[in-house]
Structures are given as C-alpha cells and as structure tokens.
Antibody, heavy 118, light 107 residues
Framework: EVQLVESGGSLVQPGRSLRLSCSASGFTFGDYPMSWVRQAPGKGLEWVGFIRNKAYGGTTQYVASVKGRFTISRDDSKSIAYLQMNSLKTEDTAVYYC?????????WGQGTLVTVSS | EIVMTQSPATLSVSPGERATLSCRAS??????LAWYQQKPGQAPRLLIYGASTRATGIPARFSASGSGTEFTLTISSLQSEDFAFYYC?????????FGQGTKVEIK
C-alpha cells in the first residue's frame, strides 16, 4: 500500500525557515517524481513544485511565488522528499501535501500545516 | 499562467440525481486535464486524467469529457460519498494550475 507521511509543519515567524519531510513507503521511491501541493485555509490548491527522479536528471520546477525561496530535494536511500522553505511569508500559510508524480498526483499524504505569523 | 475557471461554485443536487460540473481554461490545454475530489479534512483524490480516463478504482458513475478549453465532469447518480469539492487541474503548461473548485452539496 502506497503511503506518504508529511512532517515538520509548525508555527513560524515571517522571514524564518522551515523544512518539511515526506516519508514514502509501498512503492519504489526512486522510480517516481514527487511534488508538493499546498492549500491555504479555506482556499483552493496550488502546485508548489516537483522533483523528477534520477533517471530524468532529478530536475526541479517551482511556481513563481516560491522560486528562489523554496527548494525541493530527495533522498532515495531513505525514501524521503523534502521541502526547504526560506524567507517565509504570511501568504505561505497553508496545508502542504506531498504527492507522487510530477504532472498528476495519484497519491497524496495527509498534509502538514504551516502557519506563518508573528 | 493558464487560468482555470470552474462553474458553478456550488451545485445542490439530490442523491441519485445527475451532477454536471464545468471547467474552462484560459487557453487550450489539449486533453491535459485532470479532476480531483476532496472531502472535508482529507487530501484530494485523483478521479480523471487525460480529460476522460478514470483513475484506478474510480467508479464508472464518474465520467468526463472535453478538449481544448472546455471540460465537463459528470456524476451520473450521486451517492452520499460523492458530496465533496471537485477541482480541475491543467498539466499542459507549467505551472500546473487548478480551478477554484466546485462544491457539490446535498439538496
């Protein structure tokens, strides 16, 4: 059974950093690209970015609103994907979902809440 | 970026009735269109990809069609578990973008 479990969400002040983790199981992690999708409270969905698997160069792509501040990485030996978030803004407040895929998300984690507030 | 617009914002339907949801793209996305279902407090679930192909395990009462800029999701006979939010998503041009969602509620 495919499982994705996010962790690391918390309350953080504007301008600070936070790293989210996504622990995967139930599939060969290294064979799949991974994404992060967020949802602000009571709002719709926004695709934050993705990282391709090594066979496709492990390249990354980010939405403009986070480019230069957020970094997605992966550790295939541990089956974990990461989202490093720097220079956080209040508008980054959201539930962050880890998903499998770079174009479509066929499996989602339960999400982790990041609240950016002073 | 491509703007996805869903209508209506809220759809009130009685159990057993048919529901038709619309999604429009600001420019052609070919058939690079997906639909997701999200229930309160849960993560979204992939329903449809390629504009009309049901994802694994999705019941046949869910069907979808369209290409270019106009897309439709139809639920042929609403079951209690189908009352939820529905989002369309284009994956033709980065950044992938979602519509604002349609809430399907019990009439």
């Amino acid at each position: 059974e495919v499982q994705l479990v996010e962790s690391g969400g918390s309350l953080v002040q504007p301008g600070r950093s936070l790293r989210l983790s996504c622990s995967a199981s139930g599939f060969t992690f290294g064979d799949y690209p991974m994404s992060w999708v967020r949802q602000a409270p009571g709002k719709g969905l926004e695709w934050v970015g993705f990282i391709r698997n090594k066979a496709y160069g492990g390249t990354t792509q980010y939405v403009a609103s986070v480019k230069g501040r957020f970094t997605i990485s992966r550790d295939d030996s541990k089956s974990i994907a990461y989202l490093q978030m720097n220079s956080l803004k209040t508008e980054d407040t959201a539930v962050y979902y880890c998903t499998r895929g770079d174009v479509l998300s066929d499996y989602w984690g339960q999400g982790t809440l990041v609240t950016v507030s002073s | 970026e491509i703007v996805m617009t869903q209508s209506p914002a809220t759809l009130s339907v009685s159990p057993g009735e048919r529901a038709t949801l619309s999604c429009r793209a600001s420019q052609s996305v070919s058939t690079n269109l997906a639909w997701y279902q999200q229930k309160p407090g849960q993560a979204p679930r992939l329903l449809i990809y390629g504009a009309s192909t049901r994802a694994t395990g999705i019941p046949a009462r869910f069907s979808a069609s369209g290409s270019g800029t106009e897309f439709t999701l139809t639920i042929s006979s609403l079951q209690s578990e189908d009352f939820a939010f529905y989002y369309c998503q284009q994956y033709d041009k980065w950044p992938w973008t979602f519509g604002q969602g349609t809430k399907v509620e019990i009439k």
